[in-house]
Each structure stands twice: as C-alpha cells, then as structure tokens.
C-alpha cells in the first residue's frame, strides 16, 4: 500500500475525471426521466381494459397516443426555442422519448410476468423457488444426485432475493421474486450508464462536458432496453441468475472504468471482491479475476508487479474461499451440481458460430464504438476498459455453444453498447440553443439522418416489443387445473413436473423435477435408477408430466444422446387418468420469451392396478 500510496498522480491527456461528480442530482435527474416510463406501462393497461376484446385496435390507440406524446416533446422544445432551435438537441429530444415509450411497452410486458402465480414460465423458475423452499425448511441446497432436485446454479440470486422479499414483508411471495428480479435489470442499466459516462467524459473536451446530461437521459432507457432485450436478455423478469449476474458485470465493469479514470484505491477492494461474490451468483461471473488481472498486467498506468501480485492474490483468494465453503457446507456434491453437471455439457462450435451471427449487431456496436473512441490520446486510458467489454461478448458467444440460447450473452451485449452510446456522443455534439445563428439545411439532415438510423438500430438490438397482452384468461385456468390435482393428496405424493408453488403450502421439497433430470441427463451424468425404483414401486399416487407422447419429452427427449428410459416406465406403470388441456395462445409469437412447453398438455397418470399392471407399455 506504501507503494500505491507514493505513486506519482496521472497527468491525463483528457479532461479532468472529477468533473464528472461535480453535479450529481444533474446525472440522477437525467436518469429519473426514465422512470416516466411505469405510469406510461399503466396508460397501456388502462387502453387494453378499455378495448378488451379488440387488441388491434388498442394498439392503434397506443400507437396514436406514442405519436402524439413524441410530437408534442418535440413541437414544445422546438416553439420554446423557434429560430435558435439546435437540430441536434431536437433529435435527442425525440430519442429519449422513443427510448422511454419502448421501456415503457417493455415494463408492461414485464407486469405479464410478475404478476403471473405460478413458477413454471421457464425452466429455472422451479428449482429457483425451490432452493428458497429449502432454505426456509433447513434443507442442504444441493442435496442428494438420488433426490433429483438440486439447482445447477449458485444460490446467490436466491437467497438474496428471498432475504429482500422478505424485508418487504413478501418473502413468500413469487411475484416480488420477479419484481425483484426487474429491480437487478434496472440497477445493471444504472451502473452501465454511470460507465458510459465516465467513458465519454474522458473522450471528450472539456467545453462539451456540459452535454452529459442531454446524454445521460438517453443512455438509461437505451440500456434498459438491452439490459431486458427479447434475443440476450429474456430472463430479465423471470426467476433466474441471469439479472443479478448481468448486475454484477455491470457493477464490474463500472468498477474498471471508475478505476482507470481515477485510480482511486478505495476501489481496489471492491474489484477484488467482485470475482467471488459473481462465483456464488453464477459460474461465469467469476471470469472478471481474469479480465482484472489482464488489466493490472497490461493497461494500468503505471504499471507495478507488486500491484498485480497483492491484487492477483487478493482476488483468487477470494474465489478459493468461496469454493471451499462451498465445499466444507455440501461436500462433493457443491462440485457435482455446479461444475460437473453444466461441464460436461460440451461446447458445440458450430453453434457458437450460429450465436455470434445472431448477435452479430452488438459485435458491430462494440466495434464501432472502438473504432471511434481508440483514437488520439484518450485511446491509452480507454484501450483497457474496451478490450474487458468485447472479450466478455466474445468469451460468453463461444461459451453459449452449450445450449441453443442466446441468455449466457447478455451481459457482454450490455457491456458492448456502452462503447458505442459513448462513441456517438463524442461524434455529436450538441449545438448549443443559444447560437445566434439559424440552423443550416445540413444540419437538420445530419440530425434526422442520425435520428433513423438509431431507430433502425432499435429494431435490429431486439427492445421493439408490440403493446399486447402476453397471457390469455386461459392461462389462470391452467394455473388452477394443476392446483386441482393436488386437493385431497398429500404433496408429497403427486409429482409435478415443473412447478413448485404446489408445494410451499406443505412445505415438500419434491424430488425428481424434470429440469433437473433433463440437465443431468443432457451431460450424461446422472443416475436415474433412484426414480426408476419410485415408479416401479409406484411410489407416486399422481404424476403430472407434460407433452407425454411428444419427442421432447424433457424426461426422455429425444435431443439426448443416451435415452433415460423414464418415458417407457411411466407408461409401464402409470396410466393416463385425464388431461388438462394446454393453453390456447391468440397466436404464435417469435418475441415470446416464456417457454410454451410449459403451457402444453398435462397428463394425469395414476397407478396401474395389478390387472392393468403392464397394458400399454412399450415392448421390450
């Protein structure tokens, strides 16, 4: 510390970093105009209840009213200003109000979700409230491979969420899980623009510093619409660890940035910390160790050994300790259900080629933003913070050939926009109102050429969402059907394939849960046999299992390379007693983000009796 304390102060070659904190309710105010997006989210209701049998028609009034509500933001600025109006401001004007009204159509998407009572939206949602449920019961989060019913994932998210649920009085509550998860979202856009404009402070002169407000109000829907887009970010309101994962990167990466600009050593302990504290949230967040030790080796001005060495040492230590009590609480199976099971799921190059292409337009911004920041004298101190952006998105794109989707990339996605927003900041300045000229024609058509483009960019980042209800009515009844089941039966004797709301009430952590069966059985690790004894013995006195005779059958997909046999002795034992019908959907969406299989046909099986033993099962 001797050392850093006696090291000579940085003489950058742009403008000086504390500007930037000279006027913080500036910065916050800037960001606060994002927040007029929720009663805009609860205007799209209200149109929705007004015509609630005809959608096409809300979304005609909705349209309408964006359009008038962008004009009139627009006409305001340009009657307060007339002649002396700047093109520049003017176009920036109606791009923070596009950005808000998307967030806005975003946020009421959003409500679909939260407000849904059951945790079966995707498939992590399950095992998510369940790892809470043990939690609560005293259980070990990862238990027995025979129990098939531990988490892949850390418990980070969890029991951090739980515990802020809790503080609210709603710690059983699946809806403040969700809303919590929207809060992680909201926050990793907060951080990420606090980097952007950091970034862009230093790359540009100190006479355009007054800009940054302007900018500042752009910047927070922009990255909430990344933080929660529909191709890298789906799970952004679902029970998953991909929003505290995402706000942990973009707390990392704010970290870097605020360091480089200022080499304040305060910040040194919480970068140390942030590798550790990402291992028990999610596997892969754990990557900034690397990512800050290439920083400190490679770009830190000056550069010093004994940095590198007491930081590279402070950050591994941290990982390290985390593992170990991971293992000292659970043992060998910390190891199984966090390394051994996603491990052995294998990269598919081919795929993660498939990725980067459908990802291809946030490689581009990155890049862009690079091309136009790197430059001059500012590129020394923006290098290091540019090159730790794209190799998450590179790292994470090759990396996703694990599975077919895209969330494992929506971090390094938000991390690479934030070069590109700083890098058109710099390449626009903003004309002030107060120029005694009158704009040229050339100005107004570089503002409006600037304006589409953007918008365009819009469509092509994936935030454009159409103002339509995501759930039918038809969606409750299912949600009840399934509660049916379980009316007069002990819970743990009916096994839902998905869904563990059923079992809070009772307290069961139930065992054999399609996800995580499905995981194991994808790696082919994993013993079945524990479950295959339950249902010869017929242990179950109902078994909810949905698409039953369908290929993708998640107990027994036909994805898998080593089948599990657990289709063949359902049928051998079981029988189908009824069904509950799927739910019905307007129509298939591409922008849909829960998974539909979800919402398929359930099948009620019940015990064959010893006359039925054997009628319908498959031949040996």
Not at 163 to 192: E, P
Not at 406 to 417: F, K, Q, R
Request: aromatic share 12%.
């Amino acid at each position: 510390m001797r050392e850093l304390s006696a090291e000579p102060k940085i003489k950058h070659d742009v403008s000086p970093p504390a500007s930037l904190n000279t006027s913080p309710a500036g910065w916050l105010g800037a960001c606060a105009l994002f927040f007029l997006a929720v009663p805009i989210a609860w205007l799209i209701h209200a149109v929705h209840v007004v015509f609630p049998e005809q959608p096409a028609k809300a979304v005609m009034v909705i349209a309408l009213g964006f359009s008038l509500f962008t004009a009139v933001s627009a006409v305001f600025y340009f009657v307060r200003h007339r002649r002396h109006t700047s093109p520049s401001r003017l176009g920036l004007i109606v791009l923070t109000t596009v950005a808000i009204l998307l967030s806005a159509i975003c946020l009421y998407w959003m409500s679909w979700y939260v407000t849904f009572p059951a945790d079966f939206l995707i498939w992590s949602e399950s095992d998510y409230v369940n790892d809470i449920l043990k939690w609560k019961n005293g259980h070990p989060l990862f238990g027995p491979i025979a129990d098939n019913n531990s988490f892949t994932y850390p418990p980070g998210s969890q029991l951090l969420t739980y515990w802020i649920a809790s503080l609210a009085g709603m710690g059983d509550s699946i809806q403040a899980y969700r809303a919590i998860q929207v809060g992680y979202t909201i926050l990793a856009a907060l951080f990420a623009v606090l980097s952007c404009r950091r970034l862009t402070q230093m790359a540009l002169p100190p006479r355009r510093q007054n800009e940054l407000a302007w900018w500042t109000a752009l910047w927070m829907p922009i990255l909430f619409l990344v933080a929660s887009n529909l191709r890298t970010n789906p799970n952004a309101q679902f029970l998953h660890n991909d929003a505290l994962a995402q706000l942990v990167c973009s707390i990392a990466f704010w970290l870097l940035v605020e360091y480089n600009a200022t080499h304040n050593r305060r910040l040194l302990l919480f970068m140390a910390a942030i590798p550790a504290a990402g291992l028990i949230v999610k596997q892969s967040a754990a990557i900034w160790a690397a990512f800050y030790f290439i920083y400190f080796a490679f770009f830190d001005q000056p550069r010093s050994l004994k940095r590198v060495i007491w930081f590279t040492a402070a950050t591994g230590g941290g990982v390290l300790a985390m593992v170990a009590g991971g293992y000292a609480l659970w043992g060998n199976l910390f190891f199984y259900w966090l390394f051994t099971v996603l491990g052995n799921h294998g990269v598919d190059p081919l795929r993660s080629v498939q990725h980067a292409m459908d990802v291809w337009i946030y490689f581009a911004l990155g890049l862009f933003g690079g091309m136009i920041l790197l430059r001059g004298r500012a590129a020394r101190l923006l290098a290091g913070p540019w090159l730790a952006a794209m190799a998450l998105l590179t790292i994470e794109t090759y990396t996703s050939g694990v599975a077919w989707m895209l969330n494992h990339i929506g971090p390094g996605c938000l991390l690479a926009t934030i070069p590109f927003l700083a890098a058109l900041a710099k390449l626009s300045p903003l004309r002030s109102s107060e120029s005694n000229r009158s704009p040229a024609a050339s100005e107004w058509l570089a503002a409006g050429v600037k304006v589409a483009l953007l918008l365009t960019i819009f469509a092509g980042i994936h935030v454009i969402r159409i103002p339509l209800p995501v759930f039918p009515n038809d969606a409750i009844r299912y949600v009840n059907d399934i509660e049916r089941e379980f009316l007069g039966v002990p819970a743990e004797l009916v096994l839902l394939d998905l869904g563990s709301w059923v079992y809070r009430k009772d307290r069961v952590n139930m065992k054999d849960r399609v996800a995580t069966i499905g995981e194991q059985a994808y790696s082919r690790v994993g013993d079945f046999s524990a479950m295959a004894g339950r249902l010869q013995n017929r242990q179950y006195a109902k078994i909810l299992v949905r698409n039953l005779h369908h290929p993708d059958f998640w107990y027994d997909s036909f994805l898998l390379k080593k089948p599990t046999g657990l289709r063949g002795l359902l049928l051998e034992h079981y029988q189908v007693a009824r069904v509950i019908p799927a739910v019905t959907f307007p129509q298939p969406r591409p922008e849909r983000t829960e998974s539909q299989y979800l919402f398929m046909e359930i099948s009620v099986l019940i015990p064959k009796t010893t006359a039925t033993l054997g009628v319908g099962a498959p031949p040996l």
